[in-house]
Structure formats: C-alpha cells, structure tokens
C-alpha cells in the first residue's frame, strides 16, 4: 500500500462541514484512494472511494488534489453518529488493505 | 440482502485452547478475507482466500489458519491461543478481481476474549 497518514484526532461542531485530510505521497497512478469508517466496536464501514476525479455520494464527497498526493473527505453537515475512527487507505491494485491509526472524529454538540 | 455475517459475535475461550471463526460473504462475493483489530488499533490484515486457496497472508504465525468452502463461507481457526490473541476479527469480502472497484464489505466481526 501507499503510505498514508492522517491527523491521529479532531473534533467538529455538529450541523459544520468536516474536513478530514489524508497525505498518501507515495500513492501510483493505478492506485485508488479509499476512505473507511469504523463506529466503536463494529465493522469498518465503506464510505467513498476515488482515482483522479473528485467524488461525491449521499455519505460524504471526497477530493483529490491534482497531483494525487493527498486527499479530504468531507462530511457537508456533521452529526452526532458521525463520531467514528476514519481510515484512508490507498492499496496496491489487488492486494489487501493496510489500516493505520485512522482519524478518531469527535463530532460535538 | 444480507451483508457479510459472521458468527458467533462474542466468545470467551482458555490459553491454549482453539477457535473457530466463521464469515458468510455478501451475496456475489466470492473473496474472504480475515483481519484482526486489536483494542485501539487498525485492523490487521491475517489472510485472504479465493478458490478455496489461501491467496495472500499478513504477518500471522501458522497457529492462524483458514479454509474456504464451495459456497465462498470462510472459517477461520486459531490454535494454541495467547492472551494476545484477544482482539475483534473482523471478515471482509468482494468479488475478486474488483477490489480496486469496489473495495471490501466488512461483518461485525467476532470479539474473542483470552483468559
């Protein structure tokens, strides 16, 4: 996998936009990025996954800089059950997974 | 349609006794793989099986094994478990050769606890 790294923890006031980013410079051409969440004690959740375009869908949309080197997911308007642990993960085509530490978001009243 | 389901969700067993774990994958799926996420941590991938062949392994000693049956469901099984062993396995699935596509589809996942 291409390395990535995230910002080990934030916090976000609810209803506000949250923006989490992801560094993945040693991304290659071929490799998407993809953005999990894990909500305490369950299975991760797929939120949105990208190659070069930016990507919305009902969950989140997510941007990629023109480069690839990096990335945000963002949540237009935060909740509550937002709180999770989210991933950025970008694999190598065909292989598995690799999780880091993720972003623990802490969406606040 | 049901997602990936395994079983059982909770288990308590004694060091030096084996497990077995169990994952049904989504409908279409015919790829399983097994991760374990420590508490705190990001879950670690163990290994992957398609055809009924294991296809790619993490870092696991040989105590961690597995097996694919015809109808994709996957078993994983522990040996000789350790205190460390304690930890939530987690089963993924996703049809393979789409990973890049689609990604995976995770289960609840089994929380298994050493004493």
């Known amino acids: 996998d291409a390395k990535t790294t995230q910002p080990p923890s934030m916090d976000c006031a609810e209803g506000r936009a949250a923006n989490l980013p992801c560094n993945h410079s040693t991304i290659s051409g071929n490799e998407y990025v993809y953005w999990y969440r894990q909500i305490h004690s369950q299975g991760p959740q797929y939120i949105i996954h990208g190659l070069k375009n930016n990507e919305t869908n009902e969950m989140a949309s997510l941007i990629i800089t023109e480069d690839r080197k990096s990335s945000t997911l963002i949540l237009p308007h935060a909740t509550l059950r937002d709180t999770a642990v989210y991933y950025c993960?970008?694999?190598?085509?065909?292989?598995?997974?690799?999780f880091g530490p993720g972003t623990r978001l802490s969406v606040l009243p | 349609d049901a997602g990936v389901t395994q079983s059982p969700t909770h288990l308590i067993k004694t060091r030096g006794q084996q497990v077995t774990l169990r994952c049904s994958p989504k409908?279409?799926?015919?790829?399983v793989s097994w991760y374990q996420q420590a508490l705190g941590q990001g879950p670690q991938f163990i290994f992957q099986?398609?055809?009924?062949?294991?296809?790619q392994r993490g870092n696991f000693p040989d105590r961690f094994s597995g097996h694919q049956f015809p109808n994709y469901s996957s078993e994983l099984n522990v040996n000789a478990l350790l205190l460390g062993d304690s930890a939530l396995y987690l089963c993924?699935?996703?049809?393979?050769?789409?990973?890049?596509?689609?990604?995976?589809?995770f289960g609840s996942g089994t929380r298994l606890t050493v004493v």
């Open positions: 993924a699935s996703s049809p393979q050769g789409t990973l890049a596509n689609y990604g995976y589809t």
């Open positions: 993960i970008a694999p190598i085509y065909g292989q598995n997974f690799v």
């Open positions: 099986y398609y055809e009924e062949e294991e296809r």
């Open positions: 409908s279409g799926h015919d790829t």
